[in-house]
């Protein structure tokens, strides 16, 4: 069996996942042990089936994993080593916010991140149970284990309680509840947008259309690049015009023998008076060149935004 970790990420996915392939066993071995003709097996095998897990806990569980799933495809994106990850940054929240907050149904070409309201208020007064990680040994005769579980009147918000895994636990609004316990957890991570990250978004052509904020927010996030793109352009100008000024004061400070040696270096950074008389290019309109960036189409999931 694979084993719940505290400080494994999604160790609660894998073990469910791997419970939910072991089910047909497992609902198996009961009657198995209890046709043993050992004595201690025989009552292995009634104490198992006292404790067996209801339908009802078992379709519960298959729909935890459904929304477990989620965090499991984000968190192997987000953990990759050799692609850029900091533009599918918001993308894969922004989705997974979506999918999990109770009563949307998110497409596939809108899904915006915005956080309306915490739903804590709407939450029930009822403890979510979590799974402890440490293996209990349960003696014979006893039925109660504590476990630890969400408690949204604690301080910590979590407290440790006995349940009597004898009986099957109500599984109604559980997953409305879950739900609503996650998406009051997103809302207080990610509730504010950080500008490094929409333009790491903005700039990959995979994302730029930027579809999982509000008009507001990417208009803002357009402005912020078109500023730091002109700025960089600014700078560039600057500094040209710099090393010009230094080139000019290097030649007027040269000792005759040396501007004599270097005559034909001099005539080749001397200005000419028409200069003056002609326009000097300048470099491409930063609005320009952004807007035809924006106007074109979003690239696939396959192509490589650093090679693009």
Avoid at 180 to 192: E, H, I, Q, R
Avoid at 212 to 225: G, H, N, P, T, W
Avoid at 279 to 292: G, L, M, T, V
Wanted: net charge negative.
């Amino acid at each position: 069996m694979i084993g719940d970790v505290s400080t494994r990420w999604n160790s609660t996915y894998y073990a469910w996942e791997h419970l939910i392939e072991l089910k047909r066993a497992i609902k198996f071995l009961p009657g198995q042990l209890k046709s043993d003709l050992n004595k201690d097996t025989q009552k292995d095998g009634e104490k198992l089936e006292k404790i067996m897990l209801s339908n009802d806990e078992w379709l519960l569980i298959e729909d935890l994993l459904n929304i477990l799933s989620i965090f499991e495809d984000v968190t192997k994106l987000l953990s990759g080593a050799k692609y850029c990850t900091i533009s599918s940054m918001y993308p894969a929240i922004a989705a997974l916010i979506a999918l999990i907050k109770p009563g949307t149904q998110p497409s596939s070409s809108n899904f915006e991140l915005d956080f309306q309201e915490s739903l804590a208020d709407n939450l029930s007064d009822e403890e979510i149970t979590i799974l402890d990680s440490a293996e209990v040994t349960i003696a014979d005769g006893e039925n109660e284990v504590e476990i630890e579980v969400v408690d949204l009147t604690s301080v910590t918000g979590r407290c440790r309680k006995k349940i009597d895994i004898s009986k099957p636990i109500q599984t109604k609004d559980v997953i409305s509840n879950i739900r609503k316990f996650l998406y009051n957890s997103m809302f207080s991570y990610w509730k504010d947008i950080h500008k490094v990250g929409m333009l790491a978004c903005l700039l990959d052509p995979r994302f730029k259309k930027l579809r999982f904020v509000k008009q507001s927010a990417r208009y803002e996030a357009i402005d912020e690049l078109r500023d730091l793109y002109e700025n960089i352009q600014n700078d560039q100008m600057y500094e040209n015009i710099q090393n010009d000024h230094d080139i000019s004061e290097d030649t007027n400070h040269m000792t005759p023998s040396a501007e004599h040696s270097n005559s034909t270096e001099h005539h080749m950074v001397r200005k000419s008076i028409l200069d003056m008389i002609y326009a000097s290019p300048n470099p491409a309109d930063s609005s320009e060149e952004i807007d035809k960036y924006l106007e074109m189409n979003e690239e696939c999931k396959e192509t490589n935004p650093l090679e693009w």
